[in-house]
């Protein structure tokens, strides 16, 4: 049968008797070791295995149980290990400057045998207990750490065949590769938007990867409301029209331009407004309300929820209504959950990932916004989302002759000669997509399957444009643009790092091996084009 080893407790005074006392008290539950001065206390502190408790006399020659304390806690070896003084002195200061100094107690002699053995029992349970915790706290790192790397591997497998389906199915209906008749049409349209909503879901679980992460960063830029709601909108027009909803929009005249992330309160808008067009029947309506104002006195026509009039600064306030079928009372505590769907059975009517609503919380609550709902099941729903309304200062108008230091470099196509493109890429289904539309668009294209490949062919025939996948065998993309670089010949050739690596700092490590130009796959081929486009214009 296996022992179970007892905790090791070290006693430390220079009075033989006082630790006579104490050992006499502690030597049947602990595996005790005694020191007379403080030099031998630091020793045997450090001595593996160190002490799990250290019981520490005040006054000592030489070295006090102050210094002896003070020691202990500045040594990585040592810090953690909690430390009770016992000392005859007994005035306030004494025990302030104890517990000061890292100790988790103090005891006063004469000592009383229970009153040590319950405290040392107390802190040796707290001590397991905080080396418990700290372990759950290195998995769960680790576990982040491990989840991290598998988004972003996930990211890239699934981006890198999407970029596929996606550039086909533009070059298709564009009848880059021939006419097509009405029902082919209608079905590469359905592969196409299929498409877009795989992506869609991919770019959802990694925003709320990046928000619980602590790493997404507000792009905070004077916005126009009226821009805003109109390209929200635009993104259900059709959908709303297939089933027959009446979708309204309600603006107060006059609005100034407010400071928000445009891009993360869009996506807001069009979750909001998805639901709504998902969750109502034909025939019903829905209505995008805005409001701004404070306390009692607001403009427009929003129903502004009591949460929001108690809030002492401006807001601006985003409300969508529909006649929807509505949410039981006891189902909204779930609704800002994420993975968290209401209804998740079989045969449910509607499908989706539950990620929209937690993601419209959560960048809500990086705004400094607040987020209500109002909602009874066939009476419809009603979602408002109130932010500061922060009104950017005047800026005066720069001069023409005024440039940006993030201008894009441009390089001249070489006269009459249609441009030459590199292209470094290992997976062959993007390189017949790539090659087949820029082909198409008058390009002429060099294909290097690997990183080894880019800079050899680069040196040969220097390209007026470099697109360059990051991940490839051989030799990566960001070394192949270091060494690319590296070459006065070809140090001002645009490079643009076409990769489907879309985890936070990505983008800056391309920039940083000296990319011009960042575009996550699956990129668009009509925006690839016009960025090739603006890096080749004079």
């Known amino acids: 049968m296996t022992s179970i080893a007892k905790s090791k407790v070290l006693i430390v005074d220079d009075s033989p008797d006082?630790?006579?006392?104490?050992?006499?008290?502690?030597?049947?539950?602990?595996?005790?070791?005694?020191?007379?001065?403080?030099?031998?206390?630091?020793?045997?502190?450090?001595?593996?295995?160190?002490?799990?408790?250290?019981?520490?006399?005040?006054?000592?020659?030489?070295?006090?149980?102050?210094?002896?304390?003070?020691?202990?806690?500045?040594?990585?070896?040592?810090?953690?290990?909690?430390?009770?003084?016992?000392?005859?002195?007994?005035?306030?200061?004494?025990?302030?400057?104890?517990?000061?100094?890292g100790a988790v107690d103090y005891m006063t002699k004469p000592l009383s045998p229970p009153v040590v053995k319950a405290r040392i029992k107390s802190h040796l349970t707290?001590?397991?207990?905080?080396?418990e915790l700290m372990h759950k706290n290195d998995a769960l790192a680790q576990a982040t750490r491990l989840k991290d790397e598998f988004l972003a591997n996930m990211s890239h497998e699934l981006r890198t065949p999407l970029n596929a389906i996606l550039g086909l199915s533009e070059t298709l209906l564009e009848e880059i590769l021939g006419a097509l008749n009405e029902p082919q049409q209608t079905a590469i349209a359905t592969i196409e938007k299929s498409g877009q909503h795989l992506l869609e879901l991919i770019n959802d679980i990694l925003d709320l990867s990046k928000i619980s992460a602590g790493k997404m960063e507000l792009l905070l830029t004077p916005t126009e409301v009226h821009r805003l709601c109109d390209a929200s909108l635009l993104f259900i027009k059709q959908h709303a029209h297939d089933k027959q909803l009446s979708v309204h929009k309600h603006l107060p005249d006059g609005l100034d331009p407010v400071v928000l992330d445009e891009r993360r309160i869009r996506q807001v808008l069009i979750n909001l407004l998805t639901n709504a067009v998902k969750f109502t029947p034909p025939g019903g309506q829905i209505n995008l309300h805005v409001g701004v104002g404070c306390g009692q006195t607001w403009q427009g026509n929003a129903a502004i929820p009591d949460s929001f009039q108690a809030i002492d600064q401006p807001l601006i306030v985003f409300q969508v209504t529909d006649t929807g079928i509505g949410i039981a009372p006891h189902d909204l505590p779930r609704l800002f959950q994420p993975f968290t769907q209401i209804d998740s059975s079989l045969n449910r009517q509607q499908n989706g990932t539950g990620l929209g609503l937690s993601m419209i919380k959560q960048i809500t609550e990086l705004h400094d916004g607040l987020l209500a709902v109002d909602s009874q099941p066939g009476c419809g729903s009603c979602f408002t989302v109130g932010l500061p309304y922060k009104v950017p200062p005047a800026v005066s108008s720069l001069p023409e002759s005024t440039t940006s230091s993030s201008m894009l470099l441009h390089a001249t196509p070489k006269s009459a000669i249609a441009p030459l493109i590199l292209l470094a890429e290992d997976n062959m289904a993007n390189i017949e997509t790539f090659m087949s539309y820029l082909c198409a668009r008058n390009y002429r294209v060099n294909?290097?399957?690997?990183?080894?490949?880019?800079?050899?062919?680069?040196?040969?025939?220097?390209?007026?444009?470099?697109?360059?996948?990051?991940?490839?065998?051989?030799?990566?993309?960001?070394?192949?643009?270091?060494?690319?670089?590296?070459?006065?010949?070809?140090?001002?050739?645009?490079?643009?790092?076409?990769?489907?690596?879309?985890?936070?700092?990505?983008?800056?490590?391309?920039?940083?091996?000296?990319?011009?130009?960042?575009?996550?796959?699956?990129?668009?081929?009509?925006?690839?084009?016009?960025?090739?486009?603006?890096?080749?214009?004079?």
């Open 126 to 131: 707290l001590q397991r207990l905080h080396q």
């Open 447 to 538: 294909i290097a399957h690997n990183g080894k490949e880019a800079v050899a062919i680069a040196q040969i025939e220097p390209p007026d444009i470099i697109l360059m996948d990051i991940q490839m065998p051989e030799m990566d993309g960001l070394e192949a643009t270091r060494r690319i670089r590296a070459n006065p010949l070809l140090s001002t050739v645009p490079i643009i790092a076409l990769t489907a690596l879309a985890m936070p700092g990505d983008q800056e490590r391309c920039i940083a091996a000296g990319a011009n130009q960042y575009l996550s796959k699956p990129v668009g081929l009509k925006q690839l084009t016009e960025v090739i486009r603006q890096f080749l214009d004079v």
């Open 18 to 101: 006082n630790l006579q006392v104490l050992m006499e008290i502690l030597k049947d539950d602990y595996a005790v070791i005694a020191a007379t001065t403080g030099e031998k206390a630091l020793a045997l502190a450090c001595k593996d295995p160190i002490p799990d408790l250290i019981i520490l006399d005040v006054v000592m020659p030489q070295l006090d149980g102050y210094a002896v304390c003070t020691r202990l806690k500045a040594d990585p070896q040592t810090q953690n290990i909690p430390v009770i003084f016992v000392t005859a002195l007994s005035e306030v200061g004494n025990e302030t400057k104890g517990f000061a100094l």
